[in-house]
């Protein structure tokens, strides 16, 4: 009996650790399974600066002339970690953030007309005009 509950108590110490924010998060897709993992970044310079960073690494390692010196990285070509490095930061850009940005500017501004404006808010916006609208066609 006690080992059960002891096995009970290990299971949930096991979850509580699988589901914190850090460390590497499972993702299946249709085709793949992915591992994710999550950065901290004080705020939007701090993160375009980082990304920036990176670049002008592999901008100065692609401009240079020697390989890497290291024992532990000489089997590594200066090309292939350059292509991670930006294959890296293609991933990290805000193409969703930006999206949302977008969509947030939309709302405020009312621009029904946006592509990618909320239906639903947009039918209630339409319908609270109707009224104005007709009240303004009368006069």
Do not use: W
Not at 44 to 73: P, Q
Not at 119 to 125: A, D
């Amino acid at each position: 009996m006690k080992t059960r509950k002891l096995d009970q108590l290990k299971l949930k110490q096991l979850k509580r650790i699988g589901t914190t924010e850090y460390g590497l998060k499972k993702e299946e897709t249709k085709r793949h399974t992915y591992r994710s993992a999550t950065i901290r970044f004080e705020d939007y310079t701090d993160y375009v600066m980082r990304i920036t960073s990176l670049l002008e690494v592999c901008v100065l390692a692609l401009d240079g002339e020697g390989d890497f010196h290291s024992k532990n990285l000489s089997h590594q070509s200066k090309n292939s970690s350059v292509q991670l490095v930006i294959e890296m930061v293609i991933e990290l850009m805000p193409d969703g953030d930006m999206f949302q940005l977008e969509q947030i500017i939309a709302i405020l501004e009312n621009d029904t007309d946006y592509i990618h404006f909320p239906k639903k808010l947009k039918k209630q916006i339409i319908k609270n005009q109707e009224p104005y609208e007709k009240g303004k066609t009368h006069q």
